[in-house]
Every structure is written in structure tokens, then in C-alpha cells.
């Protein structure tokens, strides 16, 4: 079964960085695009970013573009994303998304993590 | 951006009851919408994609339907385990985006 675990949250200080990691397995993880959707406190959900599966290509919310970078080892069945200068709006669940379609992907998500939570306060 | 709303924002219905949800985008999205289920400290489950195919071993209660703007998902005969938040989600474009959600209560 397709399982995904990501690690790496936390409480951190506006202007911080942290690096999010999400473990892949029971799935060829090379095939198939990869999102970051997170879920905010009052319960919306918004896309972060997302990554191609032979990672040439990434995409990001303008919320997030030029602080956050997505990233992936196929080696390693591993998601990433370094997330730098952070806000307080920032503050969310991240989830660890697979896309529903190998190869170019259609940006459907069929499994997601369980997440981790990001909170960024003083 | 493609702004997505839904309609209404929650519902309370009685076992046994159809439930329908609306979902309205800002421009078309030519059959790229997904629906999911959020149940109470979970994450998302995938429901429905392409506006009315269904995700494997999703109940047949569930159905999507629509075009251009507009589309609804569909709860036919509630169940119990249907108590849920219900988004969808546009991928015609990016930035990817979804509906705020719509609260299914049990009455």
C-alpha cells in the first residue's frame, strides 16, 4: 500500500528556515509528480508546489515562490521542501501529496500524508 | 487565478438523505475538477476526478457532475461515515486551487 511520512516540523520563529522530508514506498516514487498542499487553522486548503516526477520541472504558489524550494531524491524515495523566511501566515499542516497519474501527472492527488504541522510564531 | 466557491458552506441531513454540494469556478476548467473528503483530524481522501469518474473503492453514493463552471457532487442514501468536510479542487491551471469546503453534518 501506498504509504507517504513526512517529518520535519515544528515551532519556529518568523524569519526561520526548516526542511520538510516525505517518505515514499509502495509506489515506483521515480513515475509519478509530487505536491506540497497545506491546510491552514481555519481549515482551507492551498496548494504549495509541485515537483515533476523526472524533477525538470517545479511549480509554486505565489504565496510561497522565492522562499520555499521543492526538491526530490529518487534514490531515496524522498519529497522535500526547504522553506525559508517564514511568516506567520505560513502556519499550517503540510501534507505530502502523490499525484493520481504517472508520468506528466494531472495534479490530482489519490494519497496524501498524514502531515506535519509548521508553526511559526515568537 | 482560478477562484473556486461552493455552495452551501454546511449541510445537515438525516441518514438515508441525498446531499448535494455545488462547486463554481471563475473561468471553465474544461472537466479538470476533483472532489475530496476530509474527515475530522484525517487528511484529504481523493473521491471523485475529471468531474465524475470515480476513485477506486469509493461508494457508488458518491457521483460528480457539471461543465464549464459549474459542477456538484452527490451523496445519494447518507451514511454515518459520510460526516465530512467536502472540497474541490481545479487542475486546468496553475496555481492549483480549491473550493472552501463544505461541512456534512449528521442529523
Known amino acids: 500500500e501506498v504509504q507517504l511520512l513526512e517529518s520535519g516540523g515544528g515551532l519556529i520563529q518568523p524569519g526561520g528556515s526548516l526542511r520538510l522530508s516525505c517518505e515514499a514506498s509502495?509506489?515506483?516514487?521515480?513515475?509519478?509528480?509530487m505536491s506540497w498542499v497545506r491546510q491552514t487553522p481555519g481549515g482551507a486548503l492551498e496548494w504549495v508546489s509541485t515537483i515533476s516526477d523526472d524533477d525538470d520541472k517545479t511549480y509554486y504558489a505565489d504565496s510561497v515562490k522565492g522562499r520555499f524550494t521543492i526538491s526530490r531524491d529518487n534514490s531515496k524515495n524522498t519529497l522535500y521542501l526547504h522553506m525559508n523566511s517564514l511568516r506567520v501566515e505560513d502556519t499550517a499542516i503540510f501534507y505530502c501529496a502523490k499525484d493520481h497519474h504517472s508520468g506528466s501527472g494531472n495534479f490530482y492527488w489519490d494519497w496524501w500524508g498524514q502531515g506535519t504541522l509548521v508553526t511559526v510564531s515568537s | 487565478d482560478i477562484l473556486m466557491t461552493q455552495s452551501p458552506s454546511s449541510v445537515s441531513a438525516s441518514v438515508g438523505d441525498r446531499v448535494t454540494i455545488t462547486c463554481r469556478a471563475s473561468?471553465?476548467?474544461?472537466?479538470?475538477l476533483a472532489w475530496y473528503q476530509q474527515k475530522p483530524g484525517k487528511a484529504p481522501k481523493f473521491l471523485i476526478y475529471?468531474?465524475?469518474r470515480l476513485q477506486t473503492g469509493v461508494p457508488s453514493r458518491f457521483s460528480g457532475s457539471g461543465s464549464g463552471t459549474e459542477f456538484t457532487l452527490t451523496i445519494n442514501d447518507l451514511q454515518p461515515e459520510d460526516l465530512a468536510t467536502y472540497y474541490c479542487q481545479q487542475s486546468n491551471s496553475f496555481p492549483l486551487t480549491f473550493g472552501p469546503g463544505t461541512k456534512v453534518d449528521i442529523k
Open positions: 473561468h471553465s476548467l474544461s472537466g479538470w
Open positions: 509502495g509506489f515506483t516514487f521515480s513515475n509519478y509528480a
Open positions: 475529471a468531474v465524475s
